[in-house]
């Protein structure tokens, strides 16, 4: 189709004199000029002014529609990266769930090696958080990670799969980290609802699917394209969870910008034993009470409210002091040159 101007329908303009003025537009300061347009063999006229604002109007229409093709193409690139984002997270997805399954007794370590990860973040020094420096063997060696070896080899023979086939380059151990983190908490979800049903995995699976948690997880999944860091996060900014009393931990949340509720959502990222970890939380005055709450919110059937703060607190707390690349391990796409088609 033949492109057209918005100026090309324009009615002609020309500059003719008037003896007489007409009585829509009054003499002004300037009675020696008119504008008279042809259109359709008509005859209308336009002052000075009126003949600016128009003409400028038109070509603001024109600049909005060529804007408005550039638009759609950044748009349309958008779109594929999203898809291609979008389609590579599900596969991760699927990676893990099939070697956390297969090993769920490293479920909290898994869920602690996250939990490591993001609460080295320093507020005064914006340093630190879910950077990937875990994995480095002098951080990895410390007391408070100790045990962790055993989930961060389970993560790295999943990412050897995952970057196989992977089109935007390899997943960040910060990402894989956290999205690891995302897969234990899901199956603890599961779990949980299978038990409901008496054991029954299959009623338990439609329990989830119906009443889980599923939804929440947008702003977490979103935030994908964390960068790992190339030197260990500095020492000291962690407790050892099993030594720590429940004011270091409350200190700990508190410094990075959480407090008692986050503390006790999280009871099970502390510890092997959720039990037994929120029994030592709860002799805290100002903790006790999340304690309680998220307890009764597990006997329930739908788990909502110890469901959705944690997955509020986790994606908080997997985001601490970082700049997200929304295009991360996106790909160009090949154009298919049609001229080269035999049809």
């Known amino acids: 189709m033949e492109s057209v101007s918005l100026l090309s329908t324009l009615p002609s303009l020309s500059s003719r004199p008037f003896s007489q003025p007409s009585p829509q537009f009054p003499t002004s300061r300037h009675p020696h000029v008119r504008v008279c347009?042809?259109?359709?063999?008509?005859?209308?006229?336009?002052?000075?002014?009126?003949?600016?604002?128009?003409v400028g109007t038109v070509v603001g229409l024109e600049m909005i529609a060529t804007y408005g093709k550039f638009t759609k193409e950044a748009e349309a690139a958008?779109?594929?990266?999203?898809?291609?984002r979008s389609e590579f997270q599900s596969n991760i997805k699927g990676t893990l769930d099939k070697a956390i399954t297969a090993s769920p007794d490293l479920v909290p370590a898994i869920l602690k090696l996250a939990l490591n990860d993001a609460m080295t973040y320093d507020k005064a020094t914006k340093s630190g958080g879910a950077n990937g420096s875990i994995r480095l063997s002098p951080e990895l060696s410390?007391?408070?990670?100790?045990?962790?070896a055993s989930a961060l080899s389970l993560l790295e023979e999943a990412k050897k799969e995952i970057d196989s086939y992977?089109?935007?380059?390899?997943?960040?151990?910060?990402?894989?980290?956290?999205?690891?983190?995302?897969?234990?908490?899901?199956k603890t979800?599961?779990?949980?609802?299978?038990?409901?049903?008496?054991?029954?995995?299959?009623?338990?699976?439609?329990?989830?699917?119906?009443?889980?948690?599923?939804?929440?997880?947008?702003?977490?999944?979103?935030?994908?394209?964390?960068?790992?860091?190339?030197?260990?996060?500095?020492?000291?900014?962690?407790?050892?969870?099993?030594?720590?009393s429940v004011q270091d931990m409350k200190n700990k949340f508190s410094a990075i910008g959480l407090g008692p509720r986050q503390l006790a959502v999280m009871s099970a990222f502390l510890g092997p034993d959720q039990l037994e970890t929120e029994t030592?939380?709860?002799?805290?005055?100002?903790?006790?009470?999340?304690?309680?709450?998220?307890?009764?919110?597990?006997?329930?059937?739908?788990?909502?409210?110890?469901?959705?703060?944690?997955?509020?607190t986790l994606t908080k707390l997997s985001t601490l002091g970082l700049q997200i690349n929304y295009e991360a391990y996106t790909y160009p796409v090949q154009k298919v040159d049609f001229s080269k088609l035999k049809l």
């Open 189 to 244: 979800f599961l779990d949980a609802a299978i038990r409901k049903c008496g054991g029954n995995e299959d009623k338990g699976r439609t329990l989830y699917a119906a009443y889980g948690s599923n939804g929440q997880w947008g702003l977490f999944e979103r935030q994908f394209g964390r960068s790992d860091s190339p030197d260990p996060d500095p020492e000291g900014r962690i407790p050892q969870w099993d030594k720590a």
């Open 78 to 84: 958008d779109l594929i990266q999203r898809r291609q």
């Open 142 to 148: 410390r007391p408070e990670n100790s045990g962790l």
């Open 280 to 312: 030592l939380l709860a002799s805290d005055k100002d903790v006790l009470p999340w304690v309680q709450k998220y307890q009764r919110s597990r006997e329930t059937v739908s788990q909502t409210d110890y469901e959705v703060d944690l997955i509020t």
């Open 37 to 54: 347009c042809l259109s359709g063999g008509e005859q209308w006229q336009m002052r000075r002014r009126d003949l600016v604002g128009c």
């Open 166 to 186: 992977s089109k935007g380059g390899p997943i960040s151990y910060a990402d894989l980290i956290q999205f690891a983190a995302q897969t234990a908490v899901k």
